[in-house]
């Protein structure tokens, strides 16, 4: 059984930081990518940052210079795997549900199942 879940969110000042966690289990296959969205109310869910296999990073131009995704050694097929967000220098406009997202190299049922359910995130000015 897939399971992706998002930890870590939470209420924060702007300027301040906070670390996202996501781990998964039950994926058999092997894990091309590890990715994190967001999604601010009103507004379509973005990608912010992502991890390759290789552990090539990728982080949209919003969130450059001051989030760094992360995992815990290679992605292993069939064990659990953890990636991380580490996110500082927060600004309001950083509010938003952050999710993770695996990219497997073979969908063992619906590729919904490979999102986790979100964390919140809320920064104050």
């Known amino acids: 059984q897939v399971q992706v879940v998002e930890s870590g969110g939470g209420l924060v000042q702007a300027g301040g930081s906070l670390k996202l966690s996501c781990a998964t289990s039950g994926i058999i296959a092997n894990i091309n990518k590890m990715r994190w969205y967001r999604q601010a109310p009103g507004k379509e869910r973005g990608l912010v940052a992502s991890i390759s296999s290789d552990g090539d990073t990728r982080y949209s131009d919003s969130v450059k210079g001051r989030f760094t995704v992360s995992r815990d050694g290679a992605f292993r097929a069939g064990a659990k795997n953890a990636v991380y967000l580490e996110m500082n220098n927060l600004r309001p406009e950083d509010t938003a549900v952050y999710f993770c997202?695996?990219?497997?190299?073979?969908?063992?049922?619906?590729?919904?199942?490979?999102w986790g359910q979100g964390t919140q995130v809320t920064v104050s000015s």
């Open positions: 997202n695996v990219l497997p190299s073979t969908y063992d049922g619906s590729p919904d199942l490979y």
